[in-house]
DNA sequence: TCGTTGAGTCAACGGGCGTTGAGCGAATTG
DNA sequence: CAATTCGCTCAACGCCCGTTGACTCAACGA
């Protein structure tokens, strides 16, 4: 067997990486107060003390492993606008999202994951008023913004069936009325 | 003055009264985990061993403090439905929705919040999907349960400025149009 | 080969938590 | 007025938490 003993830069590399993975999952699944530094340690299969010797506190583990999707990039038209949401709905598995619902997670109860939220939406809403004509157009931003949240922590968070039990482009396909009602200001 | 020293029974309801109150802004400010007994009783000014006594469990005291407001009736329209929705909106203080918002602080990170937040919204989306025709009308449902609860959300937990700035009545006539959509299919 | 580094462990700390049982003293009851 | 009830407090329990400092020992560099 290939028993190479692994140069030791790489061994290090390779914890740091299991107990960022294992808080990350934690950190998703029962947010920042429900988890412990002992659980992700028995997760990563390492000693409590060495996730602190890497993190510092609980709460830098918290900052290195719940990161969050970036917003998207300005200069779309109102339709771009309103696809680009519908696509941000499918992310549910991988490295990235994990962190996003780590994050999510516990935005309603630690107040470090509330200010990162609010920081985050903030930009969600800039973004989203620069591309919607008309005089209320952040307000129209920040409805857009939260109809997502409000999607994202039913399917993901809450876990409601009715969400779960459909393919997402169904679910795109019946918000995207909703969504272009608040994008492109008209006479209904 | 009036120093009537108040019968036994009526200070007893006047303590358990006063736990009761602290006990739900407590649990609508910081969520289940951070609220805890001996905080609630130095609200309410009282021992910690007297919520136990009372209450039996802290678990105990976040049901009897976490209600929930009734969903709505049956036998709507969809437009009337809509409106009911959005009448929904405004209770922002008083007693029932400090109880609503204790439930709906924790339903992300304390798993007894959790599944009541699903039972109330799948009794919602229930009610509402009587009242809407179509094959789809529990989804369309759903997600018009999900984008109440994102506003939510976004308005009275993470208290997003873009929300917080305008009168209600400013929110209902944008969102109105995206609820419309959802709750009578037809092309758009 | 041998001293040095550094990844990882171990045992313990101080503190806050939910919870409990004994007790006090004023309102109630006969 | 004596006996009893009961609202309420006090002091403590055991537990688990985040965090720390001393330690072990294999990989490394000279």
Redesign the interface.
């Given at each position: 067997m290939s028993d190479t003993p692994l140069p030791r830069a790489e061994r290090r590399r390779r914890t740091e990486r299991r107990i960022l993975d294992a808080a990350r999952a934690l950190f998703a699944e029962?947010?920042?107060?429900?988890t412990t530094i002992r659980a992700v340690a028995r997760t990563a299969e390492v000693d409590p003390a060495l996730v602190m010797q890497y993190f510092g506190s609980k709460q830098e583990l918290f900052r290195r492993a719940a990161q969050v999707a970036p917003p998207p990039e300005a200069g779309l038209d109102a339709d771009e606008l309103v696809e680009h949401l519908l696509g941000t709905l499918d992310r549910k598995i991988g490295d990235l999202p994990q962190g996003s619902l780590a994050m999510?997670?516990?935005?309603?109860?630690h107040p470090e994951a509330?200010a990162s939220?609010?920081e985050v939406?903030?930009r969600q809403?800039d973004r989203l008023a620069e591309s919607i004509p008309g005089e209320?157009a952040?307000?129209?931003?920040?409805?857009m913004?939260?109809?997502?949240?409000?999607?994202t922590?039913?399917?993901q968070?809450?876990?409601?069936?009715?969400?779960r039990a459909?393919p997402q482009e169904?679910?795109a396909r019946?918000?995207?009325?909703?969504?272009?009602?608040?994008a492109s200001p008209e006479a209904?």
């Open positions: 029962v947010g920042f107060e429900r999510m997670r516990s935005m309603l109860t509330a939220a609010r939406l903030g809403i209320d952040r307000l129209r931003a920040a409805l913004t939260v109809i997502m949240l409000g999607v922590v039913g399917h968070l809450l876990e409601l069936d009715e969400l459909v169904e679910i019946l918000l995207r009325p909703s969504l272009r009602a608040l209904s």
